[in-house]
């Protein structure tokens, strides 16, 4: 399992381990069926670690390589999952949770597949992201930053662009929020959506963390009983408790 550059690259002070890192860059693309430019972006990204460094612009890489870059691939265009959600998913994956924890977890995921808090691992339905725009009232400019702040994901199906169908609410959203007189002239972008995200980022996080830890022990049905009526009623409880700070907010003001 790859757990980041140290782990899987390095070099500089010894001869490379051929049975290890077998495949050149070249190699590595002709594997993928991608690009080099691609490839470098996922290492830069923190998606992929890097290979072993024989040299500035010489690098070599092993099956974990192939495995990893093919997993990500398949996240980004066959799950539609943003790379910042992939990066993420891969990092608790490898470093947070323990190998008891990710036993149960899959096992827990299994039994929730399909339903409300599990995708159901079929392809999603899409929507062309010009249909989307034009229903929603957004530009493309706006488009392009909301698929900046790494909320969802773009495919390509036929020469056109898609996103997938459960992503189209963060679009609407938007568009929604500009018809209220949120917009560019007043001051307003899709970036300032970044505060929300980054808050339920780390928020989900820590819960994802005390969840592991408690359930560890628990038959595994029950868990998964408890986590698909418990995550929705968490979702209800932050909407009431944001609204519930705005109220104590216009209060205070007197």
Sequence with gaps: MLHGAGDAGGGGDGPV??????????DL?????????????????????????????????GDEHVERIRLVRQLQHERFLPLKA???????RDE?????????????????????????G???????VEELC??????ARDF????????????????????????????????EMQSLGFTRERGFSPADIAIYDDAITRLFDRQARVLAGRIAQMPVPDAARMLEHALPMVGTLL??????????????MG
Aim: aromatic share 10%.
């Design 86 to 92: 992939i990066r993420a998913m891969l990092e608790q």
């Design 96 to 120: 947070v949770f323990s190998p008891a924890q990710r036993v149960l977890l899959g096992e827990v995921k299994t039994l929730l597949r399909g339903r409300s808090v599990v995708p159901s």
């Design 144 to 175: 392009d930053d909301l698929l900046a702040l790494g909320l969802f994901a773009v495919s390509t199906t036929g020469g056109r662009e898609v996103i997938a169908r459960d992503d189209a609410w963060i679009v609407e959203f938007w568009g």
């Design 17 to 26: 381990d051929r049975t290890r890192y077998p495949y050149r860059m070249k």
């Design 239 to 252: 909407a009431r408790l944001h609204l519930a700070k705005a109220r104590n907010f216009f209060a205070a």
């Design 134 to 139: 034009a229903r929603a009232g957004v530009t």
């Design 29 to 61: 693309c002709e594997k993928t069926g991608l690009p080099r430019q691609v490839v470098h972006f996922y290492i830069q990204q923190g998606l992929v670690p890097e290979g072993f460094k024989t040299s500035r612009n010489m690098g070599w890489y």
């Design 122 to 128: 079929d392809r999603p339905d899409t929507v062309t």
